[in-house]
């Protein structure tokens, strides 16, 4: 039965991942969790299915050590959700090359490290699912403040895809999760990073942190619990799609930006298709 796989979840003390934890455990799955501090795995559930790991995901050492831990005490691992992350505001100006880094870090590498150590498990198997949390933000750039998380976000995008190319003969899943605003802690100022050094002049840039901040904090038109249990209806279905868009401003910002790439495509046609070589 379906709810004998074994889940390894990273970012697992809050927000989606605490919930999904909870969720998971309740319908008797069995769940390996990651964090960088286990203490406050252990505030997220007590049960005989849940192994909470800490976990350094931009050490590639610590993040083989947990998978090897997983199998070991499952005997297997079949769904991966890459849920650690953490938002970065600021111009692209003003955040240093130090901030920048330590987004992709995190929302990047810390992702291909746990990809990497899974896979071997999985191709051996023949079977599993990769969910990659990325965002509205790795689909629409729009967001003017939010340009080195939003690269984060799309490079998550753009490698899961070929993913699913490479792991498909595998019979391996992947399926990119792109939420819009959903009422986490994500705005918070532990998952929010602003930047040591702010330029006054980018007002547009200081207008959004503040909302983000302030406004947009706490009422959020999403909520999580239902999210998650969409992302375990898609881990169950046997037809999964690469990519699902979670709340309704995240199909409206996902039409949005393929209605705009219609119009330039369309606009620009006559410039586009008169490059090929003369015959």
């Known amino acids: 039965m379906s709810n004998k796989k074994v889940w390894f979840v990273t970012g697992a003390s809050k927000g989606l991942g605490s919930i999904l934890v909870q969720q998971l455990l309740d319908k008797g799955y069995k769940v390996a969790a990651t964090?960088?501090?286990i203490a406050d795995l252990r505030k997220v559930a007590t049960n005989n299915d849940f192994?909470?790991?800490a976990v350094d995901l931009t050490n590639e050492n610590s993040v083989g050590d947990a998978i090897d831990q997983t199998v070991k005490h499952f005997g297997s691992i079949d769904v991966v959700v890459n849920n650690a992350g953490y938002g970065q505001i600021g111009s692209l100006e003003e955040l240093?090359?130090?901030e920048a880094r330590a987004s992709f870090d995190v929302n990047v590498f810390g992702s291909l490290n746990v990809i990497r150590k899974a896979m071997p498990y999985l191709r051996a198997q023949e079977s599993g699912h990769i969910f990659n949390i990325s965002s509205i933000a790795g689909f629409n750039g729009n967001f003017p403040g939010f340009g080195i998380y939003c690269a984060t976000k799309f490079a998550v995008e753009g490698f899961s895809e070929s993913l699913a190319a490479e792991v498909k003969p595998f019979g391996v899943k992947v399926t990119i999760v792109s939420p819009g605003y959903f009422r986490t802690s994500f705005l918070s100022a532990g998952s929010l990073g602003?930047?040591?050094n702010q330029i006054a002049a980018y007002k547009e840039v200081r207008d959004t942190q503040n909302a983000h901040q302030h406004s947009i904090d706490g009422n959020q038109a999403g909520d999580p619990v239902k999210a998650v249990a969409a992302l375990i209806t898609v881990a169950?279905?046997?037809?999964?799609?690469?990519?699902?868009?979670?709340?309704?401003?995240?199909?409206?910002?996902?039409?949005?930006?393929i209605a705009a790439i219609k119009e330039d495509l369309e606009t620009w046609k006559e410039v586009t298709v008169a490059t090929a070589v003369e015959a």
């Open 51 to 53: 192994l909470p790991l």
């Open 236 to 257: 169950d279905a046997t037809e999964a799609p690469l990519h699902l868009f979670l709340g309704e401003d995240a199909y409206n910002m996902a039409y949005q930006k």
């Open 35 to 37: 964090s960088r501090n």
């Open 96 to 98: 240093s090359d130090e």
């Open 194 to 196: 602003v930047p040591a």
